[in-house]
């Protein structure tokens, strides 16, 4: 069985186009809650926002259980009003890890990783009383996002999601979360490893030490700096 499915927005975008045609053992009986469960397992960028969207056929939802026929008119609904997945974000809020990783969680990885970062209250005898980040927004998405994209085209498909901090941070907060999932374990964590060192590399976010006698402003502490490198 032959189909042709519609799909808009940021699903289009994260399907790789407007239109999907797709094949379908006629003997298995294809309702909305399989054809999403094929669609998220064909395109892991778009799981989570899968998972909110609905079917529609013939131009009206679809029941969980309804039948999809070859000839029906079938569409993919995302949200109409916000719903897409941030997959990196800049905050001046506190930092939810379990919202982070919620994003990548998806049912053919068997290996999710987290990493958080904190501000820690001693550095080189150094003792600091909280820290400031700012950066150059619009820059810094756009380069977290080729970081998102770069793992999962390099490391078995694996999905990646990075909120970051920005303003003030108190000791012991949380400044930056990114969780990793990939198939296995191997790839999870050696795509973790990366994401933090590039961030660090590439990412237009500076910090500010704050110290009970001073401060400073702290940048790529990894060596000369050429965000243009590849690691």
């Given at each position: 069985m032959k189909l042709t499915i519609q799909v808009f927005a940021g699903?289009?975008?994260?399907?790789?186009?407007?239109?999907?045609?797709?094949e379908w053992d006629p003997s298995i009986p294809l309702t909305p809650v399989r054809l999403k469960e094929r669609l998220q397992a064909q395109f892991p960028l778009a799981?989570?926002?899968?998972?909110?969207?609905?079917?529609?056929v013939n131009q009206s939802y679809a029941d969980d259980n309804q039948i999809i026929h070859e000839n029906d008119e079938?569409?993919?609904?995302?949200?109409?009003s916000g719903g897409q997945p941030n997959y990196v974000e800049l905050t001046r809020e506190v930092i939810s890890i379990q919202k982070v990783t919620d994003q990548v969680l998806h049912p053919n990885h068997g290996a999710a990783l987290t990493f958080i970062g904190t501000t820690r209250e001693w550095t080189h005898g150094k003792r600091t009383t909280r820290l400031e980040?700012?950066?150059?927004?619009?820059?810094?998405?756009?380069?977290?996002?080729?970081?998102?994209?770069?793992?999962?085209?390099?490391?078995?498909?694996?999905l990646c999601?990075?909120?970051?901090?920005?303003?003030w941070v108190d000791i012991g907060e949380i400044?930056?979360?990114?969780?990793?999932?990939?198939?296995?374990?191997d790839a999870a964590y050696?795509?973790?490893?990366?994401?933090?060192?590039?961030?660090?590399q590439v990412v237009p976010i500076w910090k500010k030490e704050i110290w009970e006698d001073g401060s400073e402003w702290k940048g790529?502490?990894?060596?000369?700096?050429?965000?243009?490198?590849v690691l």
């Amino acid at each position: 069985m032959k189909l042709t499915i519609q799909v808009f927005a940021g699903l289009a975008e994260r399907m790789q186009g407007s239109l999907l045609n797709l094949e379908w053992d006629p003997s298995i009986p294809l309702t909305p809650v399989r054809l999403k469960e094929r669609l998220q397992a064909q395109f892991p960028l778009a799981s989570t926002l899968l998972s909110q969207a609905f079917v529609a056929v013939n131009q009206s939802y679809a029941d969980d259980n309804q039948i999809i026929h070859e000839n029906d008119e079938i569409a993919i609904i995302p949200p109409v009003s916000g719903g897409q997945p941030n997959y990196v974000e800049l905050t001046r809020e506190v930092i939810s890890i379990q919202k982070v990783t919620d994003q990548v969680l998806h049912p053919n990885h068997g290996a999710a990783l987290t990493f958080i970062g904190t501000t820690r209250e001693w550095t080189h005898g150094k003792r600091t009383t909280r820290l400031e980040y700012e950066a150059y927004e619009p820059m810094a998405v756009k380069t977290m996002q080729e970081i998102v994209e770069y793992i999962h085209n390099h490391y078995d498909g694996a999905l990646c999601a990075i909120t970051h901090r920005l303003g003030w941070v108190d000791i012991g907060e949380i400044s930056v979360v990114i969780a990793v999932s990939a198939p296995h374990r191997d790839a999870a964590y050696e795509a973790n490893r990366y994401a933090i060192e590039r961030l660090k590399q590439v990412v237009p976010i500076w910090k500010k030490e704050i110290w009970e006698d001073g401060s400073e402003w702290k940048g790529h502490q990894q060596g000369p700096w050429n965000p243009r490198e590849v690691l």
